[in-house]
């Protein structure tokens, strides 16, 4: 789910969530707006919001993830 779009979060706290698990292969500068997003999204719709990040290893990839 795209949660950087605050319908999506909303649409799955009115069906009843209580949990809104985030996937996602973004680069590091990106990573504050995926932190806010993410407390903006569990705090508006009263559900806890989980994140799982891709984590890559090789070259200059600045994955957000660490592994």
């Known amino acids: ?3 950087m ?3 999506m979060a909303r649409e799955c706290a009115y069906k ?3 949990i ?3 996937t ?3 680069t590091a500068p990106i990573r504050e707006s995926w932190r806010f ?3 903006a999204n ?3 719709n009263l559900m806890v919001t989980a994140e799982c990040l891709h984590v890559r290893l090789h070259g200059s990839f600045d994955s957000m ?3």
Request: proline residues 4%; without cysteine; charged residues 15%.
């Open 20 to 22: 809104m698990i985030r």
């Open 37 to 39: 997003t993410n407390q």
């Open 16 to 18: 009843g969530a209580e």
């Open 1 to 3: 789910m795209n949660g």
């Open 5 to 7: 779009f605050p319908e």
């Open 42 to 44: 569990a705090f508006q």
């Open 65 to 67: 993830a660490k592994a």
């Open 24 to 26: 996602a292969g973004y």
